[in-house]
């Protein structure tokens, strides 16, 4: 079945957590935009993206990823991506993405 | 091009609400090629990338796109064929930069720009096979 | 039938593995329409059972076999059609009691011998729409 | 994903429990039949199909299961369906199967 993409989000001390749960592509990614840019733009933190229920994402999801990040460093802020799946990190590593955004 | 003993058609409009399902379409072929899982997920990235970018050029003269599974033993190759030939050459180096090298890192052979009738055609075989 | 707005075909070889394909592609369909996780099965088997039935009587004459998946904004069509019109009202009262009684209490209506060039058509519309 | 079909068989006191893994439909029946019918002939005992993993079944596969019980009549013993899916049930309960098999 079609997953789509939910989101939970919560305020920590000095970051925002959002933890991504379904999947990214073409069809999700406007809202996975919207919700991104809105944390970075109202919060001026650092951001977690929790992506341990994230089953999928291609390049229109990492290119979102991306855009976020140059907003957060618009604020001197930095983004944390926290556990990937295998199939994803693999995509940050083809793509060089493992080397802009903070993996843990 | 492997030889083939299945042929599977997928035909969409150009929606992206309708991408999840080539996805669907790719789990279920895969699984009885025998990919395993991590093959399986590369494949439906790779097919993924190519239906969002037709997608998101859509076309004035056609309503739908179609994507061929050809299964043979050991292997799936995917092609791409609509009735609009200005869907043709489609992915641009420069801004597609990011979905291109995902495909052609994922997939064992990509033509981006097929000089048949089919608008991109890409291949993965089963390890053990290459 | 209801006014369409997205069509989705599938074509499958005469083969039992690929049925399972069918209905994935059902489920990512009928997620869409924004059917419950109770009708997208009932959709499911309701196909399945009309791709069993065409795949275990095959073709001479064609090679496969497609399912169209017609999307209104709350129901949806399915019909099956083949080159080979010996595949018409295929469904025996006597042998395939089991079957038929499966899909009419799942559908909300089924032409199991329609006279268009389906072989088969039916329809679920979303609760609540009825 | 296509699940397939797989199994896990135990013998029990008076009886054997096979346990279904998966969806029974017109590609797995083959396997279900020979399964069900080689445990009948076999052991000749009450059988006990536990289908709390089964996610999916069709009219191929229900008629295996009467073909199964027909075989189990003839050695005086029944068929006990457990742990059905409401999805599964449901198909039972259509079918009047429900007053054929013994349903926990
Ligand atoms: N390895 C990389 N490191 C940093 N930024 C990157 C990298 N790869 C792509 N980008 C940036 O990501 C954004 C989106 O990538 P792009 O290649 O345009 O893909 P697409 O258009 O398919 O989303 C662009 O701003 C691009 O500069
Ligand atoms: N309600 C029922 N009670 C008992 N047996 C049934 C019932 N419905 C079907 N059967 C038996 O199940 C078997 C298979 O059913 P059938 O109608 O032939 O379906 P199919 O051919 O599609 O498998 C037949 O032996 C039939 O007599």
């Known amino acids: 079945m079609s997953e789509g993409l939910k989101f939970v989000q919560e305020e920590l001390n000095d970051s925002v957590k959002l933890s991504l749960f379904g999947e990214v592509d073409i069809y999700t990614s406007q809202e996975l935009k919207e919700k991104l840019y809105s944390i970075v733009d109202n919060n001026q933190t650092d951001l977690i993206i929790d992506c341990k229920e994230l089953n999928y994402i291609d390049s229109t999801g990492l290119g979102i990823f991306v855009g976020a990040l140059k907003k957060t460093k618009q604020y001197g802020k930095k983004i944390v991506i926290t556990s990937l799946k295998d199939n994803i990190k693999k995509l940050f590593i083809i793509t060089g993405l493992d080397k802009v955004f903070v993996i843990e | ?130």
């Open chain 2, 1 to 130: 091009m492997n030889s083939v003993n299945d042929k599977i058609e997928l035909t969409l409009p150009f929606k992206a609400e309708y991408v999840s399902v080539a996805r669907l379409v790719a789990s279920g072929v895969c699984s009885r090629i025998g990919f395993d899982i991590e093959a399986i997920e590369d494949i439906k990235v790779a097919i993924s990338e190519v239906c969002s970018k037709i997608v998101s050029i859509g076309s004035e003269i056609a309503n739908s796109y179609t994507i061929v599974y050809d299964v043979s033993e050991n292997a799936l190759d995917v092609s791409y064929v609509c009735d609009d030939p200005s869907l043709k050459c489609i992915f641009d180096e420069e801004k597609d930069g990011l979905a291109i090298n995902i495909i052609t890192a994922l997939m064992d052979s990509v033509v981006l720009c097929d000089k048949s009738n089919r608008i991109i055609s890409m291949s993965k075989v089963l390890e053990g096979n290459r």
